[in-house]
């Protein structure tokens, strides 16, 4: 069964820290690119970091980096954002994403570069971030 559940979320202010997770099913870790997006109300949902599991290849947006880290726990089936630095823009709504699985290293870098929301097949159900003083 695929399952991607999100945890971590909250409220924090300017500067401060949070650190989000993706617990993923067996399934649905395995050989995939996994990432994180964020929407904020009124815009259109954006890459925020993708990781492939099975190899040392992750990518971050550009808005994010310095501020933001993608890790994963193959034991625990679980991809983590560890966000430091928080700014008021980076309130939204935190979405985990999977690929279909299975995939080759060439291919997750492939889904990384596209940063597309059309790339990934599975999604959980968000967790909200807010960031404000």
């Known amino acids: 069964q695929v399952q991607l559940v999100e945890s971590g979320g909250g409220s924090v202010q300017p500067g401060g820290s949070l650190v989000l997770s993706c617990a993923a099913s067996?399934?649905?870790?395995?050989?995939?690119?996994m990432g994180w997006f964020r929407e904020a109300p009124g815009k259109e949902r954006e890459g925020v970091a993708a990781i492939y599991t099975c190899g040392d290849i992750s990518h971050l947006a550009d808005s994010v980096k310095g501020r933001f880290t993608i890790s994963q726990d193959n034991a625990k089936n679980t991809v983590y954002l560890q966000m430091n630095n928080l700014r008021p823009e980076d309130t939204a709504m935190y979405y985990c994403a999977a690929g279909a699985g299975d995939m080759t290293a060439p291919q997750a870098l492939s889904v990384m570069m596209r940063n597309s929301r059309n790339a990934y097949v599975y999604w959980g159900q968000g967790t909200q971030v807010t960031v404000s003083s």
């Open positions: 067996d399934i649905t870790y395995r050989r995939n690119c």
